[in-house]
């Protein structure tokens, strides 16, 4: 099996491509877009590299060698047409519903169309593979099996004609994607006028002051107006003792990353990579965001919300079919209120009127509709991101912890609470505030209230840090960053016996 490449991206994440990612992104590029047939006969195989080795097998001389499963493979690639029709049935009943005559004809038809675009690929190889899929290596993919997967599209699931993602692309830092239990998603028509923008602004904005990721289309007017205000609320805490409080934000695309749009706003895409957020979609490079596609990104940017906000609405909008797919998942759904005679108004008071939504009281202060004020999980220092001739990208940030001229790199912790006891043991010395297991674990209790940090695991993320060599655990108890100088010395009245947590 050839080596899987890792991926050059906007942040300090770099991410492996393996056989199940590549394998889902192809089982996308040939859908078209999400297919619930395509789903249900993932189900039934659970392997992507099975799955495609069987559609494909009319096409290819030879299942190619870098796919997983092979076992499998090699006993059902002889019998693939009656497998097929085995794993759509076992998994369209694993999904709770019942594959009859005419959704087998369907499987048929379908099976037809992926085979005729599937063919445009170069399965057999991996390098050419991965680098169509992933745009010459300027996008990562990730699947449900990535860390960095937000689990709520698993909820896509309970609608009967449209069905989950097989894997996201992106461009920034996947971790944003991950670093709020119940993000908040802002919506509202692209024609709003000053009191709709203030309203989204400054939700995105107080919404990321807490911590909480800010999540929305990327279009113009509403879904702008938040995105800029989530990126407001990072350029205030720049400066501050805890600059990474500040929640992140994403923009979900209807066609490829690559083809986002619309141009007005490619100023705001470069400050959201360049402030740590990520831009993301379904869809493999080189699809176009034709109009029937935007409904459909609706329901991820539903799915990844704890809380979607409809800002301000006609009463024929594209937010209002978000609304509705945030209404069928048990999403919070708030509406703005406004004038009763201004069409601009109609679909949000027609939201709250239906007893569909929840009225928003105030744009400036959203406490009674988000969780907990939080810093980002899975958090490190984003950079500015740069990308040279050679289409790899830089990182452009060093960390000034280290002495020994090696820049620190968080990205290949996996663990959520290792992650966040590394931003606080870094928010402790920029206060220049002693660390030790008790002060630690006091700042991540701080920091993490809607989190449950026990002694026992906390110990345990330390212990592994230190065994990683991460840090640097002194005799008296002084932990730092590995490699690390103390910005001062440490007062004699802080020396204790080393403790554990």
């Not at 176009?288 to 991820?300: D, G, K, S, T, V």
Request: charged content about 25%; overall charge negative; hydrophobic content about 40%.
């Amino acid at each position: 099996m050839s080596e899987s490449p890792t991926l050059p991206t906007r942040n300090t994440h770099p991410l492996t491509l393996d056989a199940d990612v590549l394998s889902r992104a192809a089982l996308s590029f040939c859908t078209d877009g999400p297919d619930a047939l395509m789903f249900a006969a993932l189900k039934g195989s659970q392997s992507a590299s099975l799955l495609l080795s069987l559609i494909a097998a009319p096409i290819t001389a030879s299942p190619p060698d870098w796919l997983d499963d092979m076992d499998r493979i090699d006993a059902a690639i002889g019998k693939a047409p009656t497998e097929l029709d085995r794993l759509f049935i076992v998994g369209t009943a694993r999904w709770g519903r019942r594959a009859d005559a005419r959704g087998m004809e369907r499987f048929h038809a379908a099976l037809e169309r992926w085979r005729e675009r599937l063919a445009a690929l170069p399965l057999c190889g991996w390098e050419p593979l991965a680098d169509r899929l992933t745009f010459h290596g300027g996008q990562w993919i990730i699947g449900p099996a990535s860390p960095y997967w937000p689990h709520q599209l698993d909820d896509l699931a309970i609608r009967s004609d449209w069905a989950p993602p097989l894997c996201l692309w992106g461009m920034g830092d996947p971790a944003a994607l991950v670093s709020c239990d119940e993000p908040v998603a802002v919506v509202g028509s692209r024609d709003i006028n000053d009191y709709g923008r203030f309203v989204a602004r400054n939700v995105g904005l107080q919404a990321a002051r807490h911590g909480h990721l800010v999540v929305s289309g990327g279009a113009k007017g509403a879904d702008a107006a938040a995105h800029w205000g989530a990126l407001a609320a990072r350029e205030e805490r720049k400066d501050s003792d805890d600059p990474d409080h500040a929640g992140r934000t994403v923009a979900v695309f209807a066609g490829g990353v690559e083809r986002r749009g619309p141009s007005c706003n490619f100023r705001l895409f470069d400050a959201m990579l360049t402030a740590g957020g990520a831009l993301v979609s379904e869809m493999p490079p080189g699809t176009i965001p034709e109009a029937r596609r935007f409904l459909l990104r609706n329901r991820i940017i539903a799915a990844m919300a704890g809380v979607v906000v409809v800002a301000q609405a006609r009463h024929r909008s594209g937010a209002l079919n978000t609304a509705t797919w945030a209404a069928e998942m048990n999403r919070t759904l708030v509406a703005a209120p406004g004038d009763i005679d201004e069409p601009y108004n109609t679909g949000c008071n027609r939201l709250v009127h239906d007893g569909k939504a929840v009225l928003l009281a105030s744009a400036t202060d959203i406490g009674d509709i988000c969780h907990a004020e939080h810093t980002p999980y899975l958090s490190v220092t984003p950079c500015a991101a740069a990308v040279d001739e050679d289409n790899r990208f830089d990182t452009g940030h060093a960390d000034t912890d280290r002495t020994d001229g090696v820049t620190p790199n968080d990205s290949d912790i996996a663990d959520p609470l290792q992650s966040m006891m590394m931003t606080a043991i870094r928010a402790l010395r920029r206060r220049d505030t002693v660390c030790t297991a008790d002060t630690l674990l006091a700042e991540l209790r701080s920091r993490h209230p809607g989190k449950v940090i026990s002694v026992a695991g906390a110990q345990q993320a330390l212990t592994a840090l230190e065994t990683s060599g991460r840090i640097a655990v002194d005799a008296d108890g002084t932990i730092a960053i590995a490699g690390a100088t103390r910005a001062r010395p440490m007062p004699e009245d802080h020396l204790s016996v080393r403790h554990p947590l």
